[in-house]
């Protein structure tokens, strides 16, 4: 997983309430990007963004929402807008090259 | 959408044997990559391949693109059973990479 760290790998909350998913990573990448995947499924692109204080929408964008302050991090929180919000969700980042690298992932469970 | 279809859903074969797993896209693409991921675990990419190129090799792994068909394929030879996961084929044009449902491969010892 390199210099990439999610953090916590395992999340449970209570419908209705926001929750932050942190993504950190020390490879001095500038694009970085959020997937979200469910059982079975490929990758969804959330929120990715290619340079600091400036981020684009993905695929499926609603319900949730980023910032990128610094180019270490690229938090993204899951709002209560985002009707089924159960899922592994995944940080990547891309250096000059094309490919992506990954962080662990989190699970996050929303009851 | 761009997205790549992988093709068989689900595989399984005997240690040392051959592994092939098939992508079709829809639109142009400036690359395809393939990419590996182990049970509950982040993805770990394998290789990329340039819309000008036809095949490419690394390790036990070859990856075969035909543009004028629009699919990819990627043989994993004499399998092991560390080669057990999911593979992803990812296609990049106009947008950032969009990923395939996967194969699951299943090698068994």
């Known amino acids: 997983d390199g210099g990439i760290t999610q953090s916590p790998k395992y999340l449970f909350r209570k419908e209705g309430q926001n929750v932050t998913l942190s993504c950190e990573q020390n490879?001095?990448?500038?694009?970085m990007y959020w997937y979200r995947q469910d059982p079975g499924q490929g990758l969804r692109l959330i929120y990715y963004?290619?340079?600091?204080?400036?981020?684009q929408k993905g695929d499926i964008a609603e319900g949730y929402s980023v910032s990128r302050e610094k180019k270490e991090s690229f938090p993204l929180t899951v709002t209560s807008a985002q009707k089924n919000p159960t899922a592994f969700y995944l940080c990547?980042?891309?250096?000059?090259?094309?490919?992506?690298?990954f962080g662990p992932g989190t699970r996050l469970t929303v009851t | 959408s761009q997205q790549g279809e992988e093709d068989p859903q689900a595989l399984s074969i005997q240690e040392g044997e051959n592994a092939t797993m098939n992508c079709s896209y829809k639109?142009?693409?400036?690359?395809l990559q393939w990419y590996r991921q182990n049970s509950g675990r982040g993805l770990v990419h394998l290789i990329l391949?340039?819309?000008?190129?036809r095949e490419k090799h690394s390790g036990r792994l070859r990856v075969t693109l035909d543009t004028s068909k629009k699919s990819s394929s990627l043989l994993i030879t004499a399998s092991r059973a560390a080669d057990t996961a999911s593979y992803f084929c990812?296609?990049?044009?106009?947008?950032?990479?969009?990923f395939g449902k996967g194969t699951r491969l299943s090698v068994i010892a």
């Open positions: 990547a980042t891309a250096g000059t090259g094309y490919e992506q690298y």
């Open positions: 490879l001095n990448h500038d694009a």
């Open positions: 963004s290619q340079i600091v204080n400036d981020f």
């Open positions: 639109t142009s693409i400036n690359n």
């Open positions: 391949i340039r819309s000008n190129e």
């Open positions: 990812a296609t990049e044009g106009n947008t950032p990479l969009v």
